[in-house]
């Protein structure tokens, strides 16, 4: 079973065109192929509804698919194991349309991380996170690939080993000859090929932020404090939005509205702890981890951030001038602002920040009002990730 969560409003009227194409796509799927898989569609109607059905989905007990021992007589491991010591289970599988709100909902909402897999098809205003993971832009292939990658996964399983990792199974292709297969899991950090599709299966981190008015909310993208977060509640009511994304240009919305909130900047005095360090400024505009390398629209604010690394990057921009800001924003879009001396990076493993005065913040872009406090965290399941070709 495949459960598609669709905002079709994500987008404005644009979404909801390319919904119409992937909604003709999955019919096809359901109703033309020799094997057909289910395709179980979840529409949201209002903020939380992807969260929901994402916890609705992977809070069953019984997993979608529980491979028969008999069944997987015919897979072999990597380490040439044989199966029979093993009953497979095959995790959740959520494809997800919409934007990074969207995204960010379905992760956040995952019971269980270790036990899903997501494809994700972006269909947003900014999609940072389709941009940082190399996702086509096309909502029809990128649903091509992703199924033909569920239907290849269909049919093999991710076994234990003693010491609790995860090892590959190779499917044995018609000729019954299991070595020239293709490896569809692995435990290290490059993605690997499943089945003989053109898609891949990568691990992803997930990271997790506590507040101190005792929230917590999941990110794959970044979680920002001050001006950045600033930005992104703007965004959310303002009309301008919508006009730019009827005209294509959806992503500069978080461009232009930083021009006048420039004008009224709240300096923030940021004390945070990065793993074993300490980092202390009195008047900083924001202050950013990131789990990609891109965030608001394309601003490509920690070039060397990675998903899967176990670490998150951090920038800091303090004691800069209105004018200093305009001149370091184009920069910034192509990752090269790092000579700026209003700007620093940092690299940890787990962050506590304080902010005073209490400023906006934000995950993945999704305001979440004004804190003062925070501990960020990596979850301790990866998210699986299906990449399409």
């Known amino acids: 079973m495949i459960h598609l969560i669709v905002n079709p409003g994500a987008r404005g009227a644009r979404s909801m065109d390319r919904w119409k194409k992937i909604e003709e796509q999955c019919l096809k799927n359901r109703d033309m192929q020799e094997t057909p898989l289910p395709v179980c569609v979840h529409v949201t109607e209002k903020p939380d509804d992807a969260r929901r059905f994402a916890q609705d989905i992977t809070s069953a007990r019984t997993p979608a698919l529980v491979l028969d021992p008999s069944e997987a007589r015919d897979m072999e491991t990597v380490s040439g194991a044989t199966a029979d010591a093993f009953t497979a289970k095959t995790p959740h599988t959520i494809f997800v349309f919409g934007g990074d709100g969207t995204l960010n909902e379905v992760i956040d909402g995952i019971a269980d991380l270790g036990n899903a897999r997501l494809g994700y098809i972006p269909s947003g205003s900014g999609n940072d996170f389709a941009r940082s993971m190399h996702i086509p832009a096309d909502p029809e292939k990128v649903l091509r ?127 945070v702890e990065i793993s074993d360090s300490f980092v202390s400024c009195p008047a900083s505009l924001f202050f950013a981890v990131m789990n990609q390398p891109y965030e608001g629209g394309g601003f490509r604010f920690c070039p060397e951030a990675a998903p899967d690394d176990g670490t998150l990057d951090a920038i800091l921009v303090s004691d800069i001038s209105r004018a200093g800001f305009f001149g370091l924003m184009p920069f910034a879009l192509f990752g090269k602002h790092g000579f700026s001396r209003h700007v620093t990076f940092h690299r940890g493993r787990s962050y506590t920040i304080r902010c005073t005065p209490p400023c906006h913040c934000h995950t993945d872009g999704e305001p979440l009002g004004e804190v003062g406090y925070a501990e960020i965290s990596l979850e301790d399941e990866k998210l699986q990730l299906i990449l399409p070709g």
């Open 145 to 271: 690939s992703l199924l033909g990658a569920a239907k290849a996964l269909a049919h093999t399983g991710i076994r234990q080993t003693s010491e609790g990792e995860s090892a590959a199974h190779i499917v044995a292709p018609p000729d019954g000859n299991a070595s020239s297969g293709k490896a569809i899991c692995g435990t290290g950090p490059n993605p690997v090929g499943i089945g003989n599709t053109s898609a891949a299966l990568a691990s992803l981190d997930v990271w997790c932020a506590r507040f101190g008015d005792g929230r917590k909310r999941r990110f794959a993208i970044s979680c920002g404090f001050g001006f950045d977060a600033e930005v992104c509640y703007e965004v959310q009511r303002s009309p301008l939005k919508k006009w730019l994304n009827k005209l294509n240009l959806g992503k500069l919305c978080y461009l232009l509205l930083s021009i006048p909130l420039i004008f009224r900047r709240r300096l923030i005095r940021f004390e």
